[in-house]
């Protein structure tokens, strides 16, 4: 009984280890690396690539990565290409990554598992002697057939769809566990960016890294969502019209028939055209309009300072209605179009500064039909509904950039549910063992108390009373399930050390991700121990107290008749 | 000998003042043929009339692309054009496996079209038609004057002279890119001088690298305007690639309206 026990304490400890290593390696190393944890995509001009976000200290301030449920927060930059090597063409997948950004012991470790660089260093990605340093898999330097020191050919687009084309140099070669990130090529961030098209003040979309993932995803990704709520979108411009100069703010308002009657409804339109608030209106107060000196059909030009490189921009205009506001606005609002208003709005980002400019008030009439600063896209609970919101980003009609919070349950279910699919299979086997280990258990304590059937009449004729014949059994029972289970941890952490010792080389076989370095990937938990031990020590007691009740109920004088 | 020298003289004399009021003309005076060359955007505008449609067309398409290494896949379609409202419909007939497949564009909606899950889809304009090379926005009529302008060297003038390709006299230009959302940002023409039809066309990308020449090596004219009935693309970046579109079976007769509808579309694959 006691080697039954040790054995179900063996196998309960080796098959929870082995599943939360699969969970540990998918969570952390899988869905980390290929999705994130929790993200937060940034969308512009309805399409899917074009991830920027035009002011990253702000929206590093909004995120605030040093939440103390957050591990890391990276900065995703990374596009599709075809890059060409010595004769031979392949297509990659274009990572920057941040080579000087301090990161957690953990995640260092994390990282050398799954991306062990056999030539070169990661190091070297930053520097700024060589041309666009490079490091990519072993398996993508043999199909482009390239080594340390060649020089690869890239073509892609950049986030605004433009053609480019450079030349990156292999300073690295990478051995990858993980399949699906094989077809990569890591950038030092800064060098990714550029090539990309950001300026230095803008960024890509981030992926955070949770301590614990499981528990906090979903709380986390929440808890951006609500930081991510846009304010109304403005810059405070000089108007020239008619030679005369004056001080404006300017406002968006959506293109949708909604926003436009609530604006009709609230404002005196004159002189409008039939398509005054059609994508080109161009909305002027009558007061201003008198001060500069326009009327509709005029053109006015509107300059104002840029937030980053130090330039001013300035846009000409044709005035396509004058407004006079009913209780609503100020008298000073000019009001574009969005199909204006955005493409001015993102690729020079106003400063806005000077004296406090009007901010229009919730409570005012037209104010849900203001141009926001983004359009934050609500949180989703299943694939499905994330499918749909994505494929929603590019049908939007609106030129608003649009922000996404999601997690790894909505974008990375597939692979989840492989970890969960896994998961049962290992507990299924797990109870079937069990379930045989148990049966022999139980067989075995009853042969026991049927072989000490005489002793315990012996016992009862001293004056044993029927609570401590069981109390015998029972912790007999217990303290053999104890030593056994000592003796199935010690059994438990030797086959681990064995079988984490076989090396699998899995190349091009999805499995291999699940493996680190290699080989199968154990995490024993002291908590999950405890947690076997105790259950196999109730199991057990459990099964052995009906058995000890019925020995301790039999009568001495029957107990004495008993022969085996 | 004084007559010799006196004609002399007045040969060499009047060598001189003919020599002299020539460099005066050149200095203060431009010369006739420097002032043939025209403003790169007067021909962008000639090549733009040249070819812009102001009817409803449609016309069959084929296209056949060659990849180095993975042989030559051909795509037949018909597509259907209307300027007046931003419409094209291009209905996918060949090859076997593509057949149905369509691609339709009204405004600023774009939706690509799946035989096998009859569900239509938003999509961008830089959609690969068919997985060839081809994008939706090489269908789509897009002014090339609002897209590009003249590039100007370093002492301000616009980069244009005249050249020969081949046997015909052309200019040879260089334009680059207004607005951002353009495929290559600087392009060099090769465009007829008595006709102002685009013969040849090289792409370059942001960082200047040629990725692409075009040749467009016959056009046609239906309703006194000239469309490119044969264009041969090759890739620049990675040689071995090329395509080649053939435009055959060109209408301009007025289109149904329900042509450019979701509904016609799925008729078509019923």
């Known amino acids: 009984m006691g080697i039954s ?72 930059v990374g596009i599709f290409s075809r890059a060409i090597g010595n004769g031979k063409g392949e297509n990659v997948m274009l990572i920057g990554i941040d080579t000087g950004k301090k990161i957690s012991e953990r995640s260092r470790i994390e990282l050398e598992q799954s991306f062990k660089v056999i030539d070169g260093s990661f190091r070297d990605l930053a520097d700024e002697h060589i041309e666009n340093p490079a490091i990519l898999s072993t398996d993508k330097a043999r199909d482009l057939n390239v080594r340390k020191n060649d020089v690869i050919r890239v073509r892609f687009k950049n986030i605004f769809g433009q053609e480019q084309a450079a030349r990156l140099t292999v300073v690295g070669v990478m051995k990858i566990t993980n399949v699906f990130m094989s077809g990569v090529i890591f950038l030092e961030l800064k060098n990714a960016k550029q090539l990309l098209g950001y300026q230095p003040w803008e960024m890509g979309s981030m992926s955070f890294t949770l301590k614990q993932p499981k ?103 044709t005035v396509t209605g004058i407004i006079q506001p009913k209780d609503c606005l100020s008298g000073d609002v000019v009001l574009l179009n969005e199909y204006l208003f955005y493409d001015t709005y993102y690729d020079d980002l106003p400063g806005n500064r000077g004296p406090p400019a009007y901010v229009p008030d919730p409570s005012d009439p037209v104010y849900a039909s203001l141009a926001t600063e983004w359009v934050l896209l609500p949180r989703t609970k299943t694939t499905d509904d994330f499918k749909k919101k994505m494929r929603q980003i590019t049908s939007k009609n609106t030129k608003a950039a649009v922000i996404d919070v999601a997690t790894m349950y909505e974008i990375a279910s597939d692979v989840l549910k492989l970890e969960n699919a896994l998961n049962i299979i290992t507990l299924a086997a797990v109870l079937i063992l069990f379930f045989i280990i148990l049966i022999g258990v139980i067989n075995t304590l009853r042969m026991t108390i049927r072989e000490r059937t005489r002793e315990i009449g012996t016992m009862r004729a001293l004056g044993m009373q029927k609570d401590d014949i069981r109390a015998v059994f029972l912790l007999e029972t217990s303290f053999l399930t104890l030593f056994s289970s000592a003796a199935g941890i010690i059994l438990a952490f030797i086959v681990m050390w064995c079988v984490s010792g076989i090396r699998f080389e899995f190349q091009d076989n999805p499995l291999g991700m699940f493996l680190v ?34 020995a301790a109920n039999l009568k001495a004088a029957e107990a004495f008749r008993h022969y085996e | 000998m004084s007559n010799k020298m006196s004609n002399t003289w007045s040969i060499t004399g009047r060598g001189c003042i003919v020599f002299t009021v020539g460099l005066f003309f050149m200095a203060f005076v431009k010369p006739v043929w420097a002032s043939q060359l025209p403003s790169i955007d007067e021909v962008l505008k000639k090549i733009q009339y040249n070819t812009e449609l102001t009817t409803d067309a449609s016309a069959k398409v084929v296209l056949t692309q060659q990849k180095s290494g993975q042989g ?31 691609y339709l564009r009204v405004e600023d909606n774009f939706w690509m079209y799946r035989i096998n899950t009859r569900t239509f889809q938003h999509i961008n304009r830089d959609e690969s038609i068919a997985g060839t090379d081809a994008k939706g926005d090489d269908f789509e009529d897009r002014k090339l004057t609002e897209l590009y302008q003249g590039a100007l060297d370093s002492s301000g003038k616009e980069i244009i002279s005249e050249a020969v390709l081949g046997k015909i006299p052309v200019y040879l230009f260089e334009i680059k890119a207004k607005v951002r959302d353009v495929d290559y940002p600087k392009k060099i023409y090769w465009v007829g001088k008595d006709n102002f039809l685009v013969l040849k066309e090289q792409s370059y990308s942001l960082s200047g690298t040629l990725m692409q020449t075009a040749y467009y090596k016959k056009y046609t004219m239906v309703n006194k305007k000239y469309i490119p009935v044969e264009h041969l693309y090759i890739d620049e970046f990675e040689k071995g690639n090329k395509t080649i579109v053939e435009i055959s079976d060109i209408r301009v007769d007025p289109l149904d309206d329900k042509i450019f509808t979701k509904a016609y579309l799925e008729n078509l694959s019923k």
Not at chain 1, 40 to 53: G, H, L, R, S, T
Not at chain 1, 59 to 68: F, G, H, Q, R
Not at chain 1, 239 to 261: M, P, Q, S
Not at chain 1, 518 to 538: D, E, H, K, S, Y
């Open chain 1, 5 to 76: 026990i040790a054995f179900g304490v063996m196998i309960l400890i080796v098959a929870n280890s082995f599943s939360r290593g699969i969970s540990d390696v998918i969570f952390n190393r899988v869905v980390r690396y290929v999705a994130g944890q929790v993200s937060v995509a940034f969308y512009e001009k309805n399409k899917i690539w074009c991830q920027i976000f035009r002011d990253k200290e702000r929206m590093m301030k909004i995120l605030d990565p040093e939440d103390p449920a957050i591990l890391d927060a990276d900065e995703n």
């Open chain 1, 215 to 317: 528990r906090d995803a979903i709380k986390i990704a929440d808890k951006l969502h609500s930081r991510l709520k846009p304010g109304i979108a403005r810059f405070v411009a000089q108007i020239n019209g008619g030679g005369r100069k004056e001080r404006a703010v300017i406002l968006g308002y959506f293109n949708t028939d909604e926003a436009k009657k609530r604006i009709r409804d609230n404002v005196l339109l004159e002189g409008a055209g039939k398509d005054a608030l059609g994508k080109k209106g161009v909305l002027i107060p009558r007061d201003l309009a008198a001060k500069t000196g326009v009327s509709a059909g005029q053109a006015i030009r509107v300059a104002y300072d840029n937030k980053f490189g130090g330039k001013k921009t300035e846009h000409e205009y």
């Open chain 1, 517 to 550: 370095d290699g080989r199968i990937f154990f995490m024993p938990t002291w908590q999950g121990i405890a947690v076997n031990i105790a259950l196999i020590w109730a199991i057990a007691l459990l099964t052995a107290y009906f058995p000890a009740k019925r």
């Open chain 2, 72 to 102: 030559t896949k051909v795509v037949d379609m018909v597509y259907y054009r209307r300027d007046a409202d931003k419409s094209f419909l291009i209905v996918i007939t060949a090859p076997e496996n593509e057949k149905g497949n369509g």
